[in-house]
């Protein structure tokens, strides 16, 4: 990402204009060899969509990559999509070689243009489509129509135009069995933020005490207590005070939770100006996201936090996400998985405000940003090349 399309992400008045270039941008991979490009007019937007394959063919077939950016307000997906199409347009990757024989990639860069366009407090800068629901939590309604547990799937809205959409674009695929479909859903969140900032300042003084009432809390600290090779006896590390509690506690004494602590700060302060990340598998996904996110993490090790733990099993949420949803289909040999890195602009107008008074914003916040495009990039390159 460049200044100027930072600057226009910052300018709510431009995004219209940002919106259309981005547009104009994909539109013009038609002429280029191996693309494809497909909008659709809804009324939440063009959404649009770019196919790449040497041979589309679907006779010749027998995989598909899928790879969705900005369900919410968030841009490691969508500017990273746009970077690795910008790569294969100008031959800085070499298509030829990268794509893989019987293979499409189908990206799906802006899946909620409302969102992108209309960043306001009430849908949470971009969060939400139109009419105030989460995209993220209709694709096993979507895909999977038979599915029966379906409590925390937004029954009460209808499914989404857009992910209606996407389901018919992927249908002649989906109906043939023998070909195998990945597909990665681009995240952002606040918590990489929030958690290691919380535990920074409550740990020590909370103590025993302390509520892990977050799966990823629990998971930044096993992480350092990996890294640092901290011993401990007592199992489970996590245990609930009683069977019904909504949070746990660190099976630790006092003073190894002081050393916990020690490490934690010292872990935060070798890894400031790195990217924090991590994958996400269900059970039909684990052994494919492990390899990827190993070897997407050894390529970028030197920009990502240290991390022992690569990627998690999303057993922590029952909704409608793609992550969870190729679980949830009877069908054979589809594998979703998700790559989450820090939000960008949980508060557009927050860092509106920054960007005015903080000298050195712009610098600090592309570094960041492009960290998370090559993440992006280097995830969809790995991937093409995994089965």
Same mark, same amino acid.
């Given at each position: 990402?460049?200044?100027?399309? =930072? ?20 539109? +013009? ?53 746009? +970077?690795?199409?910008?790569?294969? @347009? ?61 409590? @925390? ?19 002649? %695929?989906?109906?043939?069995? +023998? ?47 990996? =890294? ?49 990340? %991590? ?35 999303? %057993? ?15 069908? @054979? ?16 107008? @927050? ?30 390159? +790995? ?5």
């Amino acid at each position: 990402m460049n200044l100027n399309t =930072l600057k226009s992400i910052l300018d709510i008045k431009k995004r219209k204009n940002l919106y259309n270039e981005i547009l104009d941008s994909l539109r +013009e991979l038609k002429a280029v060899k191996y693309f494809k490009y497909i909008e659709f007019e809804t009324s939440e937007g063009i959404v649009p969509f770019v196919y790449v394959a040497k041979e589309f063919d679907i006779n010749r077939i027998n995989s598909v990559k899928v790879f969705v950016g900005a369900q919410h307000n968030e841009y490691n997906g969508l500017f990273g999509i746009l +970077e690795f199409l910008n790569l294969l @347009e100008t031959e800085k990757l070499n298509s030829s070689e990268i794509l893989q024989d019987n293979q499409i990639l189908i990206f799906a860069p802006l899946m909620n243009p409302y969102g992108f366009l209309n960043p306001t407090t009430e849908n949470k800068t971009g969060y939400y489509l139109k009419n105030g629901s989460n995209l993220n939590r209709f694709w096993r309604r979507t895909f999977v129509t038979e599915y029966e547990k379906l409590r @925390e799937d937004l029954n009460g809205f209808p499914i989404p135009e857009i992910a209606t959409i996407f389901k018919n674009l992927l249908k002649e %695929y989906w109906e043939r069995n +023998e070909i195998a479909i990945y597909f990665i859903d681009f995240h952002e969140t606040s918590l990489l933020e929030k958690f290691p900032k919380e535990l920074s300042l409550n740990l020590k003084n909370e103590s025993y005490t302390y509520r892990f009432d977050h799966w990823l809390k629990e998971g930044i600290i096993a992480n350092v207590i990996k =890294l640092y090779n901290i011993p401990y006896y007592q199992k489970p590390l996590f245990r609930k005070c009683n069977p019904s509690a909504d949070h746990t506690h660190l099976n630790l004494s006092i003073q190894q939770i002081d050393l916990v602590f020690e490490k934690l700060l010292d872990y935060l302060s070798k890894n400031q100006g790195k990217l924090p990340f %991590y994958f996400c598998y269900n059970q039909k996904s684990k052994e494919y996201c492990e390899k990827l996110a190993n070897q997407v993490y050894n390529k970028l090790e030197d920009k990502l936090y240290d991390t022992y733990y690569v990627s998690f099993d999303h %057993y922590f949420h029952d909704h409608g996400c793609f992550v969870k949803m190729s679980d949830s289909t009877t069908r @054979e040999k589809v594998y979703s998985i998700e790559l989450e890195a820090i939000k960008q602009f949980f508060n557009i107008f @927050e860092e509106i405000e920054k960007s005015e008074m903080d000298a050195d914003y712009f610098e600090k916040k592309l570094n960041s940003i492009n960290v998370s495009i090559e993440l992006v990039v280097e995830t969809i390159i +790995e991937m093409i090349k995994l089965f």
